[in-house]
């Protein structure tokens, strides 16, 4: 499956990809490798890591710049973003989320990492209700993949002692 997303089809069908597990085990560094493959076939694509990405959104409504800068990244033809779950949203910010993804929806790719599985995904955004509507757009047209194992990082220490 992940080789058949370098075929880019994904981005064409403006499909979603979502990459869940443990801290790691490779979810950033598929996401960027996507994002390359993605950049060389000259698509547009911005990589955020959620925490900044939602800092922009709230700073862009202080300063009523929020129209332009989400009418900018609804068009991006590729949105990763990394890192999801490490922190948790206030109510105003997942609101800004969800408006993000709902522009975004069937009409643009987004790739996601996260290290909380979807059940849990109600934490991260501080509303069941909000999370559940952004979840049912994503997944709707969406590369879930659930990846499991030890941190490339702790075998690599591993490796590492043992020479
Ligand atoms: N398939 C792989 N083979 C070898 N090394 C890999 C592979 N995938 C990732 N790595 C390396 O393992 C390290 C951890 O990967 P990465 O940063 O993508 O993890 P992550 O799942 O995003 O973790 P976190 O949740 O902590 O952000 C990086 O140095 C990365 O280059
Ligand atoms: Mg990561």
Redesign the pocket.
């Known amino acids: 499956m992940i080789r058949e997303l370098g075929s880019l089809n994904s981005l064409s069908q403006a499909k979603n990809i979502i990459f869940i ?10 996401a960027v490798a996507f994002g390359v493959i993605a950049a060389r076939a000259r698509r547009g694509v911005k990589f955020f890591v959620a925490e900044e990405l939602l800092s922009e959104l709230i700073l862009a409504e202080v300063s009523r710049r929020l129209p332009q800068l989400s009418s900018s990244l609804s068009r991006i033809d590729l949105l990763i973003i990394d ?1 999801l779950g490490y922190g948790s949203f206030s109510k105003e910010a997942s609101g800004l989320f969800f408006k993000l993804i709902s522009k975004r929806y069937e009409k643009t790719s987004t790739i996601i ?1 996260s ?1 909380k599985p979807f059940e849990e995904w109600g934490e991260i955004f501080n509303d069941d209700v909000v999370a559940a509507a952004i979840l049912d757009r994503l997944l709707h047209h969406c590369y879930p993949f659930l ?1 499991q194992g030890k ?3 702790l075998k ?1 220490l591993m490796g590492n002692k043992k020479v």
Do not use: A, D, F, M
Request: aromatic share 6%; glycine share 16%; hydrophobic share 15%.
């Open positions: 597990g443990p801290p790691g085990v490779g979810k950033t560094h598929l890192e990492t290290n990846i941190s490339y990082r690599e």
